[in-house]
């Protein structure tokens, strides 16, 4: 099986615009607990790597991360992590370089970016962060349910006005590679052009096709 053929379901979360930030220590240490049984895999460990920048704007190293506390403690912010400004964050389980090993997608996949930092400065904003979360289909029903489980119940937490998911490959083929991975979604991939913080999003805002799912309150 070709890299990008494996099949996912994909999850879409956008949070209220005022919710507590995921990157915010104690609220990541809830959210990571609760993503643990997917991001410990039996075919290698978990790899992270963030975007952040310091009050110069110049981006921050913080050396390899992986999933443990170790990691999310040096990247997340605590209350003196102010003027550190977070962009992004992913996870792949395994490690993007095992994964290239094996010729074969992540077993699951995590994505959160900063809209706040990629949007105009001063915009009123109709939700905050994007949330992309992926498992391969082959992880089973069981594992599935229970991630959507999950992901509804942080939906309602983060006052999320929209929670959606999506079937599909991990890319498309375009010449001898492919093209439009879910690891793209996250920056790219997700809306139809135009101001997306004119209204509150729904699927209509959606560049690809998702079915929505319903938080729980």
Excluded at 161 to 181: D, H, I, K, N, Y
């Amino acid at each position: 099986m070709n890299f990008y053929k494996r099949d996912y379901t994909v999850f879409l979360m956008l949070t209220g615009p005022d919710a507590e930030s995921l990157w915010h220590e104690p609220v990541w240490t809830a959210f990571a607990a609760d993503l643990a049984p997917y991001a410990n895999g039996p075919r290698g460990s978990t790899a992270v790597r963030t975007t952040q920048f310091d009050v110069d704007g110049k981006a921050i190293s913080f050396g390899r991360l992986g999933w443990n506390d170790q990691s999310h403690a040096k990247w997340t912010h605590a209350d003196d992590a102010a003027g550190r400004r977070f962009c992004h964050v992913e996870a792949w389980t395994p490690s993007w370089r095992q994964c290239e090993r094996d010729d074969r997608a992540p077993d699951f996949y995590f994505g959160l970016a900063n809209e706040a930092l990629l949007g105009v400065p001063g915009k009123t904003l109709q939700f905050n962060q994007r949330l992309v979360c992926a498992l391969a289909a082959d992880q089973g029903n069981e594992s599935l349910a229970s991630l959507q489980h999950m992901l509804r119940r942080w939906a309602g937490r983060l006052r999320a006005p929209l929670l959606a998911c999506q079937q599909r490959p991990w890319g498309s083929q375009s010449g001898g590679g492919f093209v439009g991975a879910i690891q793209d979604l996250i920056s790219t991939g997700i809306f139809k052009p135009g101001d997306r913080h004119l209204r509150t999003p729904d699927a209509d805002s959606l560049k690809e096709i998702w079915t929505l799912v319903t938080p729980q309150n």
